[in-house]
């Protein structure tokens, strides 16, 4: 559904014309629904993305706009890092600086990372041209005041268009001062986006169900793994 037809929608449901409610008003109402959807949810299916980045010898802080730069809108969280024969472990930054300080230089192919201010640190810092797997998820794109009437929030799937469309006659209501349709349809856009949660955002089927505290993870119950970084001058 591309935003024409939400405004169209919106008009419809509410008994309005252009003449009540501009474009541009609407554009951004439908707008603040699309905003309300991507970023109440970190971790939406539909924006995972899987890239590469290259490090630089002797370099070891790199920016999200670096790490995501093959990534159309780019990332904006990163999940996870590996190289070609390991994965790189995440850890906290306090943690890593302990064990590599910033006066001391330990180098070799990075074996952890940790994530501040939007910068991955890589530990220890690489020694040379090191092709890094990225998993992570992507910016959205724009969507509501200034695009085209053409344009769909093609970042979501179908089903949640509509509910984009809810949220506009819900605050299309407000602007014409009917508080009380306003909270119906706002009240119906959050049940809406609960029941499409419940559909995306449930855990994948191979993933174990956690029973009595039990770690959830098949492969890391098998294996013995070391507690600690590597120090600096190992």
């Known amino acids: 559904m591309d935003i024409s037809t939400m405004r ?3 008009r419809s449901v509410v008994d309005i014309d ?3 409610i501009s474009d541009d008003t609407l554009n951004r109402f439908l707008g603040e629904g ?3 959807i991507v970023y109440t949810e970190k971790r939406w299916p539909f924006f995972e993305k899987a890239s590469t980045f290259d490090t630089v010898s002797s370099q070891k802080d790199y920016t999200l706009a670096a790490v995501g730069a093959s990534v159309t809108n780019g990332l904006r969280e990163v999940a996870a890092l590996r190289t070609d024969d390991h994965v790189i472990t995440f850890v906290g930054r306090d943690e890593g600086d302990i064990v590599y300080p910033l006066n001391v230089n330990g180098t070799g192919a990075p074996w952890w ?3 501040w201010a939007e910068s991955v640190r890589l530990y220890p810092t690489p020694t040379s041209v090191q ?3 990225v998993r992570g998820y992507a910016n959205p794109a724009a969507f509501g005041a200034g695009v085209a009437d053409a344009v769909e929030p093609s970042d979501l799937p179908d089903p949640f268009h509509v509910v984009i469309a809810t949220y506009g006659i819900a605050r299309a209501y407000e ?3 009917d508080p009380l349709m ?3 349809y706002l009240s119906i856009f959050y049940q809406e986006l609960d029941n499409l949660k419940a559909r995306y955002d449930d855990m994948p089927a191979p993933q174990p169900v956690v029973l009595n505290s039990r770690n959830a993870s098949r492969w890391r119950s098998q294996v013995i793994l070391p507690n600690r ?3 600096s001058w190992e």
């Open 8 to 10: 169209s929608y919106v």
């Open 18 to 20: 252009s003449s009540d």
């Open 34 to 36: 699309y905003d309300l």
């Open 113 to 115: 990372w940790s994530y």
């Open 131 to 133: 092709t890094i797997n």
């Open 175 to 177: 602007q014409q001062e």
């Open 182 to 184: 306003a909270q119906q």
């Open 229 to 231: 970084l590597r120090y």
